[in-house]
């Protein structure tokens, strides 16, 4: 069976390595892909991830089996729509069923029809408007632009001016074009944070390992968002109850309200949620794998993934299996200035071999293909499995510090909160 995974970064290069480790799998294609996935036996196919038709074209050259589909723009503009028209078999749900994550107001919507706990919240295109919610209702209070940002269009403001200087920067100053032509402000919710993952198919759904993300740029969660520095799976902390009330109130009802709104769901469901004291609420959906989140789910599947994905990809009973004990975790190393401007041509250290696992998001080789590049903002992770976090966390460190990350930067503290 030969599969192809459309995307470049570190979330589908753990994607693919994934699914290349079936008996069943010959060829694992990615497109377009970063460099450093050649070094796990991937192929790279040079089609951009808006190039539809070439990858159409492509899988049916290629005879490829199915193609999963890692991006979020790509779900957005419909690429597994053109896929299922051009009679190819694609893992990612519909434009229609992926306004969930590519409209906020969409996503909103969804919940307050189908009694989904959220924050509450105001939808705003005219920024006086805006404003005057902002002014009405105080701060902190959290400010998002409606479409896709890369993970980085999220304010969550601590004073009234800085909210107003996020709806401005979104409105006025376009700082995210048509992503930020509307806003949704949110009231602020406390409470900890963790991500609730599910393979989907209409009703039927496969729970993963729950996830903890840490998107602060530095240390003790400061400085800007990005789009994630490292996370650990499972969450040792987060009590089972907490799981099984999230699938009640949440899981459940939005793919029973998706189908009632005409767009059944099939692909990844993201939860973005948080623990708050009235319960588990819904910071945000998403409608495919998490990164760097991925990174650390799927090592701890024990099944054979391909076969996983064909069976949900044919309605068929899943046998989806995990390891039960230990705690996978990894940080992420990014280029110094991310997620703002950055330099791109440093030189990387060795892929790791072993029990620490290297996934390549930003990476490509030099001229005489000696040497391993940075090529983007977050460069590369290393993930590792051991019995606990502090395990994992010794390991991880122990490691990088022994790697030259000049002109690199990482956080020391992942999964810190775990450890408290």
């Given at each position: 069976m030969k599969l192809l995974v459309v995307g470049s970064g570190g979330r589908e290069h753990a994607i693919a390595k994934k699914l290349l480790e079936s008996p069943q799998v010959t060829d694992v294609f990615v497109a377009p892909g970063n460099d450093g996935m050649t070094l796990d036996g991937l192929q790279l196919v040079n089609i951009g991830i808006s190039e539809h038709s070439t990858m159409i074209d492509f899988a049916k050259a290629n005879d490829i089996a199915w193609t999963f589909i890692g991006p979020d723009a790509a779900l957005a503009a419909g690429i597994v729509d053109e896929f299922n028209q051009a009679g190819l078999k694609a893992f990612g749900p519909s434009r229609l069923a992926a306004e969930l994550e590519w409209s906020k107001d969409?996503?909103?919507?969804?919940?307050?029809?189908?009694?989904?706990?959220?924050?509450?919240?105001?939808?705003?295109?005219?920024?006086?408007?805006?404003?005057?919610?902002?002014?009405?209702?105080?701060?902190?209070?959290?400010?998002?632009?409606?479409?896709?940002?890369?993970?980085?269009?999220?304010?969550?403001?601590?004073?009234?001016?800085?909210?107003?200087?996020?709806?401005?920067?979104?409105?006025?100053?376009?700082?995210?074009?048509?992503?930020?032509?509307?806003?949704?402000?949110?009231?602020?919710?406390?409470?900890?944070?963790?991500?609730?993952?599910?393979?989907?198919?209409?009703?039927?759904?496969?729970?993963?390992?729950?996830?903890?993300?840490?998107?602060?740029?530095?240390?003790?969660?400061?400085?800007?968002?990005?789009?994630?520095m490292g996370a650990y799976a499972p969450v040792p902390h987060l009590?089972?109850?907490?799981?099984?009330?999230?699938?009640?109130?949440?899981?459940?009802?939005?793919?029973?309200?998706?189908?009632?709104?005409?767009?059944?769901?099939?692909?990844?469901?993201?939860?973005?949620?948080?623990?708050t004291a009235d319960g588990p609420k819904v910071i945000e959906f998403n409608a495919r794998f998490g990164d760097p989140e991925t990174q650390i789910i799927l090592p701890r599947l024990t099944s054979d993934f391909a076969q996983n994905?064909?069976?949900?990809?044919?309605?068929?009973?899943?046998?989806?299996?995990?390891h039960e004990d230990s705690v996978t975790l990894g940080v992420v190393v990014a280029s110094n200035g991310y997620p703002l401007d950055y330099e791109k041509g440093v030189v990387l250290p060795e892929k790791t071999t072993g029990d620490i696992v290297t996934y390549y998001a930003g990476a490509k080789f030099s001229e005489n293909s000696k040497a391993l590049l940075s090529n983007g903002g977050r460069v590369y992770m290393l993930v590792t499995t051991a019995d606990t976090v502090p395990a994992a966390q010794e390991k991880i460190y122990a490691e990088l510090t022994n790697q030259n990350t000049e002109g690199l930067f990482y956080r020391n503290d992942i999964g810190s909160k775990a450890v408290k």
């Open positions: 969409f996503a909103k919507e969804i919940m307050v029809t189908y009694g989904i706990p959220t924050a509450a919240y105001g939808t705003f295109s005219d920024f006086d408007k805006a404003k005057a919610y902002i002014e009405e209702k105080g701060a902190p209070i959290v400010v998002k632009a409606d479409g896709l940002a890369l993970g980085k269009g999220v304010v969550v403001a601590e004073t009234v001016e800085q909210a107003v200087e996020a709806a401005r920067d979104m409105l006025l100053d376009n700082k995210f074009g048509d992503s930020g032509a509307r806003v949704v402000i949110e009231e602020f919710l406390d409470g900890e944070e963790f991500s609730l993952f599910a393979f989907v198919n209409g009703e039927q759904f496969y729970l993963m390992p729950t996830a903890q993300d840490h998107k602060r740029a530095f240390d003790g969660d400061k400085g800007p968002n990005t789009g994630g009590p089972q109850s907490v799981v099984d009330t999230a699938v009640e109130t949440i899981v459940k009802p939005v793919l029973k309200g998706m189908i009632a709104e005409g767009r059944p769901y099939l692909g990844i469901l993201y939860c973005g949620l948080i623990l994905i064909t069976d949900i990809l044919e309605g068929k009973p899943a046998n989806i299996t995990w």
